[in-house]
């Protein structure tokens, strides 16, 4: 590209991002229009939420948020996946303030607790300056019943348990399609299709005439197929789902078999999964995204499947009957469940906990910690941009996990502890619901997670003053209360307390055995393709054991169906549209929380708390040294990225190329202008890793 075709292209996006201005300014007058025409509507007296819910184009939730007199009196309970209780009282359930002081080298032993119980509001804050309050629009997290209605919460469900299986898993054939090129890779063959549009009635047709019987499972490693006619959609998403949803001659969305409980298609803009039942026989087959697994950087077909091959033979040597399923968290459950101890004390199996909290779980302990920090609290110029990932870092918090019936710990039983006793809770697998004080003279990043407005959503609140109430694991409480610069003020509201266990340290310890293999391989192997191929297994690996944990959270399942528009009347009454054409409208519902036997909620939130702690503080004992956020100038840090930190400034932080080490990823020279939209803060990470190839190349 010369100079004048450069700016010739400059002057295109501009146009691109003038029209963009336009057509939001034009959707926004739509929805206006919408909502205006949704309370008219309402006016009539027999009108239903249900009814206009789908000629809207959206849920009866948001329906009922424009005109609350459309509310149906089942909407709260079908809505609300529990009750919040009333807070907590100072006369029925003080709060336990714990203070720890600051301790950057001490050993944890050597912390002090003091536990009082909670003053009036006023009294507590010791300042004639009324703390900052927490947004006023944030979302409130449930609490835990008062009395016997509360302590009910705390039991196993009924005849619910991980137990090891008793059967062999059933490998699939499988093959590698690349829909760009229509490259098929089976087995040791490679043959050339014509695809002709795409569709998934051209690749089925296509793959089951070159290949008549026996695939069970096509990958597509290029090309995303199901975004072929994306730009006569809205979003991906509806692209995605009439992909999928389109009628197939001879073929019919599968209903599951046997053991095999996944059922039906999986709509997600990026990765969705396509499974069909052939109408004659017994013949069922899913077309999935190779992107599960690991980012292709244009690799063909064969060395994704040598990628796989050796992943297997990898898994092979620690499970002998280990089989690669369709996706990395199917994949790491299964084989989660084949380290169940056969004797000894968990040979009957983990129990799951009672429904109530798990909804308490999934509504409370977050993910990862995404958040980009704007000017002013970074400089408008960034004097450089330093992107330091941990290395497979979850796989340095699986040595210990909740496991036993949980007990709760009031305020009131807290404060009554001993020093000894709270610092024993506060080490051990715990959830804490906790209201926190961000101290006056505080000046770096935030520590805590609080709910944000938006659904799911967290921030980390930082502006001296500010209190707020939220729920957080023990890593993180501890972390606030013997971080480097000042103590945080947290009081002790509830809490669920485990024993202390190890569940997944069999698992963890096979898979990162697994993949220091598998990287080794990659680093030494002399053949460019077979060393490209044990990268990608290895970056499977870290798949694995990632969304395997996030499996056990056991989200509320989402179901999704398509009704013809000339029978909207038949819309699910408590469905979301996510999309709809002139025949078709695709909508999503909640169906709760199935009978899962490996629902262990507990151990994804402490394994990701810890995760999040690590991120602010993590200490190298060999080398007698700290990493962290926490170990960086105010105003250095840029951005959090589940497992990634993003800096003004290099630091010498050890890499010994082990789980949880900070890896740097990216070094981008400055001036960089800061960041203001994730956008942003991706393709200078991309600039800045590119940057350090380069140099380090050179």
Request: charged share 20%; hydrophobic share 40%.
């Amino acid at each position: 590209m010369d100079a004048q075709s450069y700016n010739a292209a400059l002057a295109d996006l501009r146009g691109v991002r003038d029209q963009i201005k336009k057509t939001q300014a034009a959707l926004v007058k739509l929805e206006a229009d919408r909502d205006r025409r949704i309370v008219q509507l309402a006016s009539y007296e027999k009108a239903k939420a249900e009814r206009i819910a789908p000629a809207a184009g959206l849920g009866v939730a948001a329906v009922v948020a424009l005109a609350p007199a459309l509310a149906p009196d089942s909407l709260d309970l079908q809505q609300a996946p529990q009750p919040s209780a009333p807070k907590p009282s100072t006369s029925e359930a003080p709060s336990a303030a714990v203070t720890l002081p600051p301790q950057p080298q001490a050993a944890p032993a050597a912390t002090a607790v003091r536990a009082e119980p909670a003053a009036p509001d006023a009294a507590r804050t010791g300042s004639t300056t009324p703390p900052a309050a927490a947004h006023k629009a944030q979302r409130e997290l449930p609490s835990i019943p008062a009395g016997p209605s509360g302590d009910a919460w705390f039991a196993h469900t009924t005849g619910l348990a991980s137990t090891r299986p008793n059967f062999t898993q059933q490998a699939r054939s499988t093959v590698f399609l690349d829909a760009t090129t229509g490259i098929l890779v089976h087995r040791s063959q490679t043959h050339h299709l014509d695809l002709a549009g795409r569709s998934a009635a051209d690749i089925l047709t296509a793959v089951f005439h070159t290949v008549p019987e026996g695939v069970e499972r096509i990958y597509i490693t290029a090309g995303d197929p199901w975004h072929h006619d994306a730009d006569r959609y809205p979003y991906l998403r509806d692209a995605v789902a009439a992909w999928l949803n389109t009628p197939i001659a001879g073929w019919r969305t599968d209903t599951g078999r046997g053991r095999d409980r996944m059922a039906g298609h999986f709509v997600h803009a990026r990765h969705p999964v396509g499974r069909y039942q052939r109408e004659t026989g017994d013949l069922h087959v899913e077309i999935r995204s190779v992107g599960e697994w690991f980012d292709t950087d244009g690799d063909d077909p064969h060395i994704i499947r040598d990628a796989f091959v050796l992943l297997w033979q990898a898994l092979r040597r620690h499970w002998d009957d280990a089989v690669i399923m369709g996706s990395p968290s199917q994949t790491g459950r299964d084989l989660w469940t084949r380290t169940i101890p056969a004797r000894g004390q968990h040979a009957d199996g983990f129990p799951v906990l009672s429904e109530e909290l798990r909804s308490l779980l999934h509504a409370t302990a977050g993910q990862g910690r995404n958040e980009l920090l704007t000017p002013p609290r970074v400089p408008e110029q960034l004097p450089q941009l330093v992107e330091y990932d941990r290395t497979f870092a979850y796989a340095k918090h699986t040595w210990k996990s909740p496991v036993g019936t949980p007990r709760r710990i009031t305020a009131r039983t807290f404060a009554t502890w001993s020093e000894k006793e709270q610092m024993r809770a506060l080490y051990g697998c715990g959830h804490w619901q906790v209201r926190v004080t961000v101290p006056d003279t505080w000046n770096h990043i935030g520590l805590l997670p609080a709910p944000a407005p938006a659904d799911r959503a967290w921030h980390y609140p930082a502006q001296p003053g500010t209190t707020f109430t939220t729920w957080a694991g023990g890593p993180e409480i501890h972390t606030a209360l013997t971080n480097p610069l000042t103590p945080w003020k947290v009081e002790i509201l509830d809490g669920i307390l485990w024993d202390d266990g190890k569940p997944l340290d069999d698992w963890a310890r096979k898979l990162k055995d697994t993949w220091t293999n598998l990287s080794a391989q990659a680093h030494f192997q002399g053949n460019p393709q077979q060393a490209r191929a044990a990268h990608l297994a290895s970056r499977a690996v870290r798949s694995i054991l990632l969304y395997g944990i996030g499996s056990f959270a056991q989200r509320p399942r989402m179901v999704t169906g398509t009704t013809p528009r000339t029978m909207e009347r038949d819309v699910p009454p408590d469905a979301e549209i996510i999309g709809f054409d002139d025949e078709l409208i695709t909508w999503q519902k909640p169906t709760g929380f199935t009978r899962d036997p490996n629902a262990h909620p507990e151990w994804s939130a402490a394994i990701w708390s810890a995760a999040r702690a690590a991120l602010l503080t993590q200490r190298h004992r060999d080398d007698d040294t700290y990493a962290g956020a926490l170990h960086t100038p105010p105003r250095t840090v840029v951005a959090f990225r589940t497992d990634a930190l993003y800096l003004t400034q290099p630091h010498h932080w050890p890499y010994h190329h082990q789980p949880g080490d900070y890896l740097l990823k990216g070094h981008l020279t400055g001036p960089v202008p800061a960041p203001t939209t994730e956008e942003e803060l991706l393709a200078l990470r991309d600039l800045g890793r590119a940057a350090l190839t380069t140099r380090q190349e050179g």
